[in-house]
């Protein structure tokens, strides 16, 4: 550590560079432990939060290009992570009445059960993980997430 004290050309710098590997090691073991409650039902952290967005959808019911923007990704991993969802059986590909050529995923009524029965458990082992933190910096850790996010969006 001190050589690299050395080489960096200030304790400013030096704060920074760990900062930033601190974020990316709590992102890294934070995605194993959020992942991890959901292995034992074949699910990984982006597959339940897709179907936590068609859950709050009306209807049960959302676009995968809906999906695609609200996930924040591409069209193509929105594609994946229908596909993922549908053999779980947990939604369906429905066509839009309106127009044919568009299609819905809706939750099937194993993918509404498999939600509500494991919200609960989903919400104590997020508490678990921030159990460490008060609400004031729980809402203070949101804020300059919020704030680097948008830096580097």
């Known amino acids: 550590m001190d050589d690299l004290s050395r080489r960096l050309s200030s304790r400013r710098a030096l704060r920074e560079s760990v900062v930033a590997r601190l974020l990316q090691h709590v992102a890294t073991k934070l ?3 959020l992942d991890a409650s959901l292995r034992d039902d074949g699910l990984n952290t982006t597959l339940w939060m897709s179907l936590l967005l068609i859950y709050a959808s009306p209807d049960h019911r959302l676009k995968p290009s809906e999906l695609s923007v609200f996930m924040n ?21 429905i ?34 993980a921030l159990g460490g933190l008060t609400p004031a910096e729980i809402a203070e850790l949101e804020r300059l997430l919020h704030k680097l996010l948008h830096r580097v969006d």
Do not use: I
């Open 73 to 93: 990704s591409s069209r193509t991993n929105s594609t994946r992570v229908s596909r993922e969802l549908q053999r779980h059986g947990l939604v369906d590909s």
């Open 31 to 33: 995605g194993d432990y």
């Open 95 to 128: 066509p839009d009445e309106h127009d044919k050529r568009q299609q819905f995923l809706e939750l099937t009524l194993k993918g509404s059960t498999f939600v509500e029965h494991a919200l609960p458990a989903r919400r104590q082992h997020v508490q678990h």
